[in-house]
C-alpha cells in the first residue's frame, strides 16, 4: 500500500504559503520537449535550538522540496543540474543552509463518524492565534530544531483551521498556564490539507478496502457502538511530559476530530514507530553564521524538530 498527495493540478500547492518559493524543471530540448525533472524549494528563517544568551539562534534556511526525476531520464545528471541551480538560488536569498528531510514511517487516517469524546478528566480549549503563537514561541522555539522564525503566520494563515491545549486536572486560563504549566498537557494545530492537496490511498486489497468500508458503513448507522478506525494512537505517547500525557494528547485529537466532522472526508496524523528514524540531510551554504559556528557539523541541541505544515 502506499499513500501520496494529488496536488489538484496546482503544481506549488504544497510551498506557496511559505515566505519565498520556487519552482524549477528539467525540459529535454528539440522537437517534442517534455518535462523530465523538478524540484521545488523554499527559504524560511528558524531557530538552530542552540544556546545563546537571550534568544536561540536563527538561520536562514532553504528546504529542498519534491525532487522527481522521469524513470526514462534517471542517471544522466538531471537531478544533480536540479539541485545546483537551486543552491544558486539559496545562496541569491542568503540562506545559509540547504536541507532536505525523508522518512522511513508514515502511518496516517483517521476516520470517524461518531462524536469523539474526550476524557473527563482533560479539558480542551480552543486558542486564538495570538496566545498560540505565545504558546508555541515559550515552550517550543529554544527546544526544537527548524522551528520557524514567523511562527504566527503559519498559526494565523487561512488554512489554519485552530490551536487546541488540553490540560489534565487544572483550570487555568492561558496566561496561569504560560506561567507555571501542570504537569501534563498536550498541544496541537489542525491544518485544512483540503485546498493543498488530496491524499490517495494506492495498492490496498479488496479485503482491506471491504474492510475499512465496512467498518466505517457501520460506525455511520451505529454510532454509539463508537467503531474505531484505527488502534489507540495514545498509549504510549511522547507529545508532552506527564503522567497523564495521553489523556491530554486524545483530548486534543478528541477536539480536533469533532472540529473537523461534516468539513472534511478524513483527519491525518503522521505518526512514527518508536525504533524508526527520520532522515535529515543539510548543508552549510556560503560562510554560514558570523561566529564560525557550523549547524551541518553540529550536534542537535533539541529532542524534537518542527515539522511546518507549510511543507508537510
Known amino acids: 500500500m502506499s499513500l501520496h498527495a494529488d496536488l489538484l493540478g496546482d503544481p506549488v500547492a504544497r510551498i506557496r504559503h511559505s515566505p519565498h518559493y520556487l519552482m524549477l524543471v528539467a525540459e529535454t530540448s528539440g522537437p517534442g520537449r517534455r518535462i523530465v525533472g523538478l524540484i521545488r524549494r523554499t527559504v524560511k528563517s528558524v531557530a538552530s535550538a542552540k544556546s545563546r544568551p537571550g534568544a536561540p539562534a536563527l538561520a536562514k534556511v532553504g528546504y529542498i522540496l519534491g525532487l522527481r526525476v522521469a524513470a526514462s531520464h534517471r542517471r544522466m545528471g538531471v537531478a544533480l543540474q536540479l539541485v545546483r541551480q537551486l543552491e544558486k538560488w539559496f545562496e541569491l536569498m542568503s540562506a545559509e543552509y540547504a536541507y532536505m528531510a525523508t522518512d522511513r514511517s508514515n502511518e496516517a487516517s483517521l476516520l470517524h463518524s461518531h462524536r469523539l469524546k474526550a476524557p473527563r478528566r482533560a479539558t480542551a480549549v480552543r486558542l486564538g492565534a495570538r496566545d498560540a503563537e505565545r504558546l508555541y514561541r515559550s515552550r517550543f522555539v529554544a527546544h526544537v530544531e ?4 514567523d511562527i504566527g503566520h503559519v498559526l494565523d494563515n487561512a488554512l489554519s483551521r485552530g490551536t487546541f491545549l488540553a490540560i489534565v486536572e487544572w483550570g487555568g486560563d ?16 489542525a491544518w485544512d490539507c483540503g485546498g493543498v492537496f488530496r491524499l490517495v490511498v494506492s495498492g490496498a486489497s479488496r479485503l482491506r478496502r471491504g474492510a475499512a468500508a465496512a467498518s466505517r458503513a457501520l460506525d455511520r448507522v451505529a454510532k454509539w457502538l463508537r467503531v474505531p478506525s484505527v488502534p489507540n494512537l495514545f498509549r504510549p505517547f511522547a507529545g508532552s511530559g506527564g503522567r497523564d500525557a495521553a489523556l491530554a494528547a486524545e483530548a486534543v485529537f478528541a477536539s480536533i476530530v469533532s472540529m473537523a466532522r461534516g468539513r472534511a472526508a478524513a483527519v491525518a496524523v503522521e505518526v512514527e514507530a518508536m525504533d524508526t528514524e527520520d532522515v535529515w540531510c543539510m548543508k552549510r551554504l556560503g560562510g554560514g553564521h558570523a561566529d564560525g559556528w557550523d549547524w551541518a557539523r553540529s550536534a542537535s541541541a533539541a529532542r524534537s524538530i518542527f515539522v511546518d505544515p507549510r511543507e508537510v
Open 174 to 189: 492561558v496566561n496561569r498556564f504560560l506561567a507555571s504549566p501542570p504537569e501534563s498537557w498536550a498541544v496541537a494545530s
Open 146 to 149: 527548524f522551528f520557524p522564525a
